[in-house]
């Protein structure tokens, strides 16, 4: 049976391919999304002392370490059994919501902006962002001005822009000083500049992708994402709460002590990437998503004023849930002036300069979990610990399993939409990349790999036989 | 010295990869006036900083030659067709960046030790120490 393999999927973080599986008449009858090189993580924990976590966990990758920090310190804290103090919650806050803006910076300007801004069917060797760069320079600056901002923010708090300190077990290592934060503040109002001017041009190409609307990962699902009385966009502090695709509570108020009732991980024998599903459904109905898309479909309101006026255009695009993973990138940039929003709205509060920063305890628990959502989607790091206080075994459920079946089924929908024969056209590969890439998944955290992506797209007969190649 | 950016990137936990990290921190006593920046690898924000200098000095290390040896280029823009800007990119795309995004490229050189060994250590060989010695000696006469 032919089969068309892209091999590795380029322009998002780490490696994978993907295989399109076509009958006998070359219509697309299966498609898999596979990652395929192992991180283990999980397992080069074990034994050591809990309070590593968070600085070994963060080394799980580049791109999402102050995420992984802050979801491991929480797992840390629970360890503890300590309140962190609120200016130090206030301050991971702030450190959260910078990670949110630069790694969100980083997916729309940097690795898709090219499909949109040169077009799906673009000559790869352009559609890139030195392609940007060259045709629409300001929009290159812009991108990298905001990734700019969430790293300096990163940088100021934390020491580094990549794999930072400063947030510990019980909060963080020490206070934001006067001329720290006037510093950031002093930024941003160029940054909801360039986000707001990134929004007004995205809506208006809309219209020019609706084929991509439709069929990029277009369907209904549960979503899953952090939830709280007030029904705000919540990133930090909440529980869990699953809601189908018209909006209604699934299941709710799931916390670290139970979100393993809720959420089942399946194995793949083609993938090192785990599934993960809801575990009252099972594995096959149980497909769920996270991230932006998820974020944005469960809460009410975002909680800042302008977000809130965009919050209220998308939620136009659809009566109940927003279902297109398309608009996984539109849902970005409102995050992104959320994100910097509420930034300053932190920045502002009087205990923020506070000292006491610290909550310091030896471990009052053998188990601990911490919940976060990190900007591709809900993180959650869970620990045991023996009376030594040493890792016995670690659990991390990453937002790209999370959305593990959907991408799969995803790149299903794309691949039957665009896969046409047994011709490889570029254009029609790269929608079926696209689809994936509308995910921002990130591999480096969910397993790992090394080296320089390309692209290898394989068409093979039923018996195996290659029948075309396309590699770049 | 006005406008002297020295940019040293490496691994200081993979042995030789350390050099330019290593040389800035020996450096920065000496040439007070310049601007020193230490990073893991080049990245796109570093473009602006660059079309704000007048000399930049790209400090790294090399795995091909003869351990211990110093070389010199001088380095000019180049364009690239890489797809992706997100983990690293080169000095002289890094240049290009600085001139099509920010109007202009500073004079820029590159300097590459070779290194002997690379593997996940902290400290340098005898042969990464020596090439460390040539840079420091070299990047005072460059500036």
Known sequence: MPTITIDPVTRIEGHAKITVQLDERGEVQDARFHVTQVRGFEKLCEGRPFTEMPALMARICGICPTSHLLASSKACDDIMAVRIPETAEKLRRIMNLAQIIQSHALSFFYLSSPDFLLGMDADPEERNIMGVVRKYPAMARDGIKLRQFGQRVIETLGGKRVHPGWIVPGGVSHPLQADQRDQILGEIHEAIRITRSALHWFKGQIEFFRAEVRSFANFPSLFLAMANDAHEFSAYKGWLRFIDANLNVVADHITGTDYQNYIGESCNDDSYLKSTYFKPLGLANGMYRVGPLARLNMCQSAGTVQADEELAEFRELERHSVLSSFYYHYARLIEILFSIERMETLLHDPEILGKNVRAHAAPNNFEGVGILEAPRGTLIHHYRIDQNGLIESANMVIATGHNNLAINHGVLQVARQFVKGNALEQGMLNRVEAVVRAFDPCLSCSTHAVGAMALDIQLLAADGEMLDRLRR | ?143
């Open chain 2, 1 to 143: 010295m006005a406008g002297v950016l020295i940019i040293g990137y490496g691994n200081t936990l993979r042995g030789d990869d350390a050099l330019g990290p290593l040389a800035l921190e020996r450096l920065r006593t000496q040439l007070g006036d310049a601007e020193f920046l230490s990073c893991h690898q080049l990245t796109p924000e570093l473009a602006e900083r660059l079309a704000a200098c007048d000399l930049a000095l790209f400090v790294d290390a090399t795995s091909s030659g003869e351990p211990g040896t110093v070389e010199v280029q001088l380095l000019s823009p180049e364009t690239s067709e890489a797809d992706s800007l997100t983990h690293h990119v080169g000095p002289a795309v890094l240049l290009d960046l600085a001139r099509t995004l920010y109007g202009r490229a500073p004079l820029a050189m590159l300097i590459t030790g070779a290194g002997a060994r690379f593997e996940s250590t902290e400290g340098l060989s005898q042969e990464g120490q020596q090439a460390l010695d040539e840079i420091c000696r070299l990047i005072p006469m460059l500036v």
